[in-house]
């Protein structure tokens, strides 16, 4: 994405949906948006100023000020999200993608949002983590009635406290949210705030899994746990812009958890703080300093640091299926079988047969494997030195000295001072290990070592 395209897109892919205006006079012409790029961050042109953050793959929704309160329109309705350049996904969504646009107001704003319904269902919105009157809390069937296909409700309410919130249905939940419906929320402090320092980046972004049978385009919604794509705002790598910041910068990252397991997040070449919660700042005393950090399901974690090394640092989901794409599910572990012979064979019966992962499955991020249409690789992406072998939960954080600053362009690939990178050690050739060499050992350890077996315990106890 270059500069140009970074902003002329933001502009015009800003446009007003379909929903009829004349039936929708009375509110906020609902605004829609048709680009997964990242959106510049939106500098608020009325009420209270903040500093604006930056959605990854996403974008924040514009409001109008009428009489003090700031007015936002959701419209709940079925968007096709392209996870990844050509894999589009129909899912649900807001505002003409999924996740939803992120609403940004200021600590004690009035807020009124009006939320329209284009879903062939019932639905509600909740405000996770919110301080409001039990009637706003967005829960179908017991603080409101559920919100029918085609009608609008509309829900106000003052944001009491700052910080990081989301917003989900709560109604028919699992099928909704299977089918991404979820978005990002953040209050920013009205005054200099003791726990909530200034940052000069300010990035936001949700955790988020699919169900979505490779070939086919539509996320299964009766899945529990077993989902096969793992994403950042509904973009799975390479498909996920990159967080490029300029040396020196305090860079918040704020990531929040509605899949149904936990992600460990993890960033490289760097120590972060988590400074807040969806229950607030952290205080100061009880911040300690890490390199992951575990985000739960139904939490937010706020991330806070100084990014002062350069380079192309990895930001991670530490589960290393989640950085994978479809195709990682089923395969049986080859690794030491001989397939010598046997592909030929298979390959009589089944043309496009090919041998996978007999030395580990490296090889898989480079072959130009036959997959089905609408879906991505397992392993996919290229580097400067080659494959990365990643997907999924995945991108790059982009640490640069001539970054300027308000700049989000990415600068292309780090340029490694001489001498700074991994390099082959000359005349050092040794081959791969074979089974044969491997010495056999009857009870599982090491045959030239001494076993002890722990006196006083059940030694399987472990
Ligand atoms: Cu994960």
């Not at 929704?61 to 129909?90: C, D, I, Q």
Request: charged share 20%; hydrophobic share 35%; glycine share 10%.
């Amino acid at each position: 994405m270059n500069r140009r395209n970074f902003f002329a897109g933001a502009a015009t892919a800003v446009a007003a949906t379909t929903v009829s205006r004349v039936s929708m006079a009375a509110l906020p012409e609902p605004v829609s948006q048709g680009s997964t790029a990242t959106a510049p961050p939106l500098v608020p042109p009325n009420g209270r100023p903040y500093n604006p953050v930056v959605t990854l793959n996403g974008w924040t929704l514009p409001w109008r000020m009428n009489a003090g309160v700031k007015e936002f329109h959701l419209v709940a309705e079925p968007v096709v999200r392209e996870m990844a350049p050509g894999f589009k996904v129909n899912m649900w969504g807001y505002n003409g993608q999924s996740p939803g646009p992120t609403i940004e107001v200021v600590e004690g704003d009035r807020v009124r949002i009006f939320v329209t319904n284009r879903l062939p269902e019932h639905t509600t919105v909740h405000w996770h983590g919110q301080r409001l009157p039990n009637g706003m809390d967005g829960v179908g069937g017991i603080t409101q009635p559920h919100i029918p296909p085609g009608k609008t409700f509309v829900y106000e309410f003052t944001a009491r406290r700052p910080g990081t919130f989301m917003y989900h249905p709560h109604a028919d939940e699992m099928v909704q949210m299977a089918m991404g419906m979820m978005g990002f929320w953040v209050t920013h402090p009205k005054a200099e705030h003791p726990l909530i320092g200034k940052v000069d980046r300010d990035f936001c972004f949700l955790l988020g899994s699919f169900d979505v049978e490779p070939g086919s385009a539509t996320p299964k919604v009766n899945t529990m746990t077993d989902f096969n794509i793992w994403s950042f705002n509904s973009r799975v790598f390479p498909g996920i812009d990159t967080l490029n910041v300029r040396k020196g910068d305090r860079v918040r990252i704020r990531a929040g958890n509605l899949t149904m397991t936990n992600h460990p997040i993890h960033i490289h070449g760097h120590e972060f703080e988590v400074t807040g919660t969806d229950g607030g700042p952290v205080p100061r005393t009880a911040r300690w300093p890490e390199v992951s950090v575990d985000v739960a399901v139904g939490q937010m974690r706020q991330m806070e640091f100084i990014a002062d090394e350069e380079g192309d640092w990895a930001l991670h989901c530490h589960k290393s299926h989640h950085t994978m794409g479809p195709m990682g599910h089923d395969v049986p572990t080859m690794i030491g079988v001989d397939h010598k012979g046997v592909a030929e064979k298979i390959r009589k019966l089944v043309p496009d047969y090919m041998v996978m992962g007999d030395k580990g499955m490296a090889d898989m991020g480079e072959m130009e494997m036959p997959i089905p249409d609408n879906t991505v690789p397992m392993m996919t992406g290229t580097g400067p030195f080659g494959s990365a072998e990643m997907g999924g939960m995945f991108t790059l954080l982009k640490v640069r000295r001539d970054q300027k600053p308000g700049d989000y362009r990415d600068p292309g690939w780090f340029r490694h001072p001489a001498g700074t990178v991994a390099r082959e050690v000359p005349n050092a050739n040794v081959p791969p290990a074979t089974r044969k060499e491997t010495p056999a050992s009857p009870k599982g350890g090491r045959p030239d070592a001494t076993v002890r077996k722990p006196s006083g315990h059940d030694a399987h106890n472990h």
